[in-house]
């Protein structure tokens, strides 16, 4: 079964702390992918960074990095420094790959606030 | 650039009637995606497409159908209308890229109520 759990429904810093989001994810496979996402408060969609099941290596984009535990199915979302402009929905997704076809799935949000 | 349409943006529809909403790609991505969202569940999966012609039923599909005429449009039906299927509804497309990741592509949404 593939399923995403996002236990924080909301989240608070300052500005220029650090952030980190949770997410556990349950799935049979053996390959998979982890997506971020931003929604803004316009209701748009922005990819922030991806994590394979293959790599160990926790990946990092800017001010974006994950803590990836693999055989805990969990996975962080670690925003550095964090502005008033991270401010929004972030969402952690499960990709995989199924009859040639990827599934999607997401979890519930994490609505964070960082205040200036 | 990517991009994902959606139309109609809004949707205002009665109990019991028909409601079609639409999703145009032009990435050439085999995946495309409906998902609802609504406050406290975050993005719900519908149904899903791996190319022309398929469907499969994802996490929500009640009360849905989807069509897949073509790699570009990807519909999803509501036959008969009901007040719990209101909701924001999101078309993603998404394929596996050249280095195997497969980052979705979001349309800007279709606020649907109905009365």
């Known amino acids: 079964a593939q399923r995403v759990t996002q236990v924080q429904p909301t989240g608070s810093s300052q500005w220029g702390e650090e952030v980190t989001l949770d997410c556990s994810y349950e799935?049979?496979?053996?390959?998979?992918?982890i997506f971020w996402y931003r929604q803004l408060f316009s209701g748009e969609m922005v990819f922030l960074i991806y994590q394979p099941s293959f790599d160990t290596q926790n990946q990092r984009s800017g001010r974006y990095s994950v803590v990836f535990q693999k055989s805990f199915k969990s996975i962080s979302l670690v925003i550095s420094a964090s502005q008033p402009e991270d401010s929004g929905t972030y969402f952690c997704a499960l990709s995989e790959l199924i009859f040639g076809g990827y599934k999607v799935v997401f979890g519930s949000g994490t609505r964070l606030l960082v205040s200036p | 650039e990517a991009a994902v349409t959606q139309s109609p943006r809004n949707k205002v529809a009665v109990t019991g009637g028909k409601v079609t909403l639409s999703c145009n790609q032009t990435n050439n991505h085999n995946n495309m995606y409906w998902y609802r969202q609504d406050t406290g569940h975050g993005l719900r999966l519908i149904h899903y497409s791996y190319g022309a012609g398929s469907t499969e039923k994802g996490d929500i599909p009640d009360g849905y159908k989807a069509s897949r005429p073509s790699q570009e449009n990807f519909s999803l039906i509501l036959e008969l209308a009901t007040p719990s299927q209101t909701s924001v509804y999101f078309c993603?497309?998404?394929?596996?890229?050249?280095?195997?990741?497969?980052?979705?592509?979001f349309g800007p949404g279709t606020r649907l109520t109905v009365l």
């Open positions: 799935t049979s496979e053996y390959f998979y992918r």
């Open positions: 993603a497309s998404g394929d596996a890229g050249t280095d195997n990741y497969a980052e979705q592509f």
